[in-house]
Structure formats: C-alpha cells, structure tokens
T-cell receptor, first 112, second 116 residues
Framework: KQEVTQIPAALSVPEGENLVLNCSFT??????LQWFRQDPGKGLTSLLL?????REQTSGRLNASLDKSSGRSTLYIAASQPGDSATYLC???????????FGTGTRLKVLA | GAVVSQHPSRVICKSGTSVKIECRSL??????MFWYRQFPKQSLMLMAT?????????EQGVEKDKFLINHASLTLSTLTVTSAHPEDSSFYIC????????????FGEGSRLTVL
C-alpha cells in the first residue's frame, strides 16, 4: 500500500529565504507525481506535475525534482514571499492503481 | 490549466437529510473523477474513483450506500451523502483527469458540509 510522507509538517521562514519541501513515497511504481498548493478552506491548485520518466520540472520560482528509485521528491521555492504561505501537498499516481495518494502536507508560513 | 467546478461550496443540513454535491469539468472531458474527504488540518483521503458510465470504485472503509457516486457524463460527477449525520461533516473535494494515468489532476474548489 502506497504511503506518502512530507517533511517538515510545518515551516515558518522570513521573507526572501529559499526553502525545500520534502516528499517521500514507499512504492516507486508510479506514473506521475504532482505538487499542489492549498489555501485555508479552499480547493487545491496544481503547481507542478512530474512524469515518472522526468527528473525535474520548473515553473517560475518553483522547481520540483523526482528520484523515483529512492522514492523522493523535493519542491524548491526560491525567494519566498508572504503570498507563498499555504499548505503544500504532494501526491503520487500509482502505475497499477491510477489513483493519486496524497502526502500529509507541509504548512508553510512566510513572514514579512 | 483545466477548470473543475464544484457546487455547492457550502451546505448546512439537518441530520437525516441527503445532500448532493456536483463536480463539473468545464473545458475538458473527464473520463475519471475522484472524490476526496478532508478533515481539519489533515491531508486528503480518497473516497472513491468514478469512471464515466460505470460504477464507482470505493476505497476500503467507505460505505457505498452512504456515499452515492454517479458519473453520468464526461463532464459531471455527483456525490450524494445519504441520511447525513454530524460525523459526515467535512470538506469534500472532487478532482478530474482526462483518463487513467492521463497525468495532471485538476481539483474543484471543495464543498464544506455541516450536518446539524
């Protein structure tokens, strides 16, 4: 059974810092890994999708990497801003199940 | 990105009544839709997977008679919480995908259900 864990669970940083969020998964048989952002009481916004054959994806200040063999992904946020404050979730799509299983999330707070 | 609309965003109902939540893909055909439930400050728990024209596949521990899912068209899936009780109060979120293993998952805005 796929299990997805995110570390740290919560993070508070001053504005301008570069930071790394971690996601680990137990079953490396995946199709895709996706990073999302969730604001309080809202739905999820897709940030980056990495296919299993890819190593990384970039969008603006965000860079996500994938090491499928070790069951890890990182989300790098450059020059963090208060508007980046949210919960960040990673999810993996199992290659046999086609289901997305979500991680536990990292609650990020960027202080002005 | 593609747009998924969920309605209603908030609903309050009395215990024992049924509530229907709609999930629509506005600009693409979603052969697969997923329904998740989220408790406060927790991650998303997959409830069921629905494929257009076929019965939904429920996750272990989710009561199919309690949470009725219908995926009648390529753009609409509905979740009906039957005979709702206070413990069913939660945040329900749908997501849509163009097909199995088709990559990116797009989410609705979520529906906050409160059962009195």
């Amino acid at each position: 059974k796929q299990e997805v864990t995110q570390i740290p669970a919560a993070l508070s940083v001053p504005e301008g810092e570069n930071l790394v969020l971690n996601c680990s998964f137990t079953d490396s048989a995946i199709y895709n890994l996706q990073w999302f952002r969730q604001d309080p009481g809202k739905g999820l916004t897709s940030l980056l999708l990495i296919q299993s054959s890819q190593r990384e994806q970039t969008s603006g200040r965000l860079n996500a990497s994938l090491d499928k063999s070790s069951g890890r992904s990182t989300l790098y946020i450059a020059a963090s801003q208060p508007g980046d404050s949210a919960t960040y979730l990673c999810a993996v799509e199992g290659s046999g199940t086609y289901k997305y299983i979500f991680g536990t999330g990292t609650r990020l707070k960027v202080l002005a | 990105g593609a747009v998924v609309s969920q309605h209603p965003s908030r609903v309050i109902c009395k215990s024992g009544t049924s509530v229907k939540i709609e999930c629509r893909s506005l600009d693409f055909q979603a052969t697969t839709m997923f329904w998740y439930r989220q408790f406060p400050k927790q991650s998303l728990m997959l409830m069921a997977t629905s494929n257009e024209g076929s019965k939904a596949t429920y996750e272990q521990g989710v009561e199919k008679d309690k949470f009725l899912i219908n995926h009648a068209s390529l753009t609409l899936s509905t979740l009906t919480v039957t005979s709702a009780h206070p413990e069913d109060s939660s945040f329900y979120i749908c997501s849509a995908q163009q097909g199995k293993g088709a990559g990116e998952l797009f989410f609705g805005e979520g529906s906050r259900l409160t059962v009195l």
